[in-house]
């Protein structure tokens, strides 16, 4: 066959999905399965597979283009590979101006939490000491923003004040502060979780770059506006 033709084979090569099943006879007689073609799979963001998932949502995310990754910027900060050497609990310097806090990955309560962790402003530092303390997205750093859990089932947004520094979990930041909340409200409700656990990533962790993969999509400016102030 040609090129062409072995691609044509491929992309109708039909897969059948069969949903969790509550023990070994029954995946020989599932009562939940899908016969989809393997072009299906080639239009989601990275080949993702969408076990389970309505056909309907993933038709939508399919032909939907904006993502959080177009409204919102950021992303992972500092990876400190030492945190005994870097960072130090918030009753020891909370009052000392010269450290910040930190939000590095983990759980944390929606909308929003202190955070224990504080790391010194002079960050440049730190880095000429260690090789393992690693530093993305500057631009960002001590800015307002979004901070998000990366570790544990439940996925939570939680703002972030001005004035501090964050890990390498996935943090955004938005133009105005109208998007900003509007944007906390919506990573924190249901569909942002459907969309985020069931669709595009279904492991423990999720990372900056599956976060901003979520489907975005811009409401009309009253209930953008009434949502963004119950948020804040």
Not at 40 to 54: A, H, Q, R, S, Y
Not at 59 to 81: F, N, R
Not at 200 to 213: G, Q
Request: charged share 25%; aromatic share 12%.
């Amino acid at each position: 066959c040609s090129g062409i033709e072995n691609i044509t084979n491929r992309n109708n090569n039909e897969m059948i999905l069969i949903d969790r099943v509550a023990n070994e006879d029954e995946y020989e007689e599932p009562t939940k399965k899908a016969n989809i073609r393997q072009i299906e799979f080639c239009k989601m963001p990275d080949n993702i597979f969408f076990v389970g998932t309505l056909p309907k949502i993933v038709d939508l995310v399919k032909k939907h283009k904006t993502t959080i990754g177009h409204i919102a910027g950021g992303g992972t900060g500092i990876s400190t590979g030492k945190a005994d050497q870097f960072l130090k609990h918030k009753s020891e310097v909370q009052s000392n101006p010269n450290w910040v806090g930190f939000f590095k990955s983990g759980k944390r309560n929606p909308y929003y939490y202190e955070t224990e962790d504080y790391i010194g402003r002079d960050w440049e530092k730190n880095a000429k000491l260690s090789k393992t303390f690693m530093i993305r997205n500057k631009d960002f750093f001590f800015r307002e923003g979004i901070t998000c859990s990366s570790v544990g089932l439940k996925f939570n947004a939680s703002y972030m004040p001005a004035d501090n520094l964050f890990g390498v979990n996935t943090n955004l930041f938005c133009k105005t502060r109208k998007d900003l909340f509007y944007l906390l409200g919506f990573l924190n409700s249901k569909v942002a979780y459907y969309i985020s656990r069931q669709l595009i990533n279904r492991t423990n962790n999720i990372s900056a770059r599956y976060v901003k993969m979520i489907p975005y999509l811009e409401p009309d400016k009253e209930t953008k506006i009434k949502i963004s102030q119950i948020v804040e």
